[in-house]
């Protein structure tokens, strides 16, 4: 843990101590874009960051989002296209309200693709392409 992150107080060492850590990895890039588009967006600080990998640390439990460099990671194209990148995975994020949180995210480098299949939902793109959904 960072001394940034032992000062904001936001873990205990109880918690680091644990040994049932999971997480999601994503690939990108561009880890430090990628890293600190999900830090600012869902307010997780950066736990470790580097050239190869950082670590987001969601501030309970012993769940992480970290993001991997992959120099040759192709973007997954959405909606999804027969013979083009996938995407393998997506986020979901509850918000409070959908319109501003998704204003939000497109001020802070995300995409809003024209194609949405629901009305309480968006979808859209971080700026590795990954597809991830804001709902209410």
Not at 15 to 38: C, M, P, Q
Not at 49 to 61: N, P, R, T, V
Not at 78 to 97: R, Y
Request: charged share 25%.
């Amino acid at each position: 843990m960072t001394d940034d992150a032992k000062a904001r107080g936001s873990v205990s060492a109880q918690r680091w101590n644990r040994k049932d850590w999971w997480g999601v990895v994503l690939d990108t890039d561009d880890v430090e874009k990628l890293a600190r588009f999900y830090s600012e967006l869902r307010g997780w600080p950066i736990w470790k960051m580097d050239a190869e990998d950082a670590a987001l640390d969601l501030g309970e439990g012993v769940a992480y989002l970290s993001v991997q460099r992959n120099p040759d990671y192709v973007r997954p194209v959405w909606p999804a296209k027969e013979g083009a990148q996938q995407m393998m995975l997506h986020l979901d994020f509850q918000v409070t309200d959908l319109a501003a949180e998704t204003a939000r995210a497109v001020a802070l480098g995300a995409e809003l693709p024209e194609h949405q299949p629901q009305v309480d939902v968006r979808v859209l793109l971080d700026p590795a392409g990954h597809p991830f959904c804001l709902y209410i």
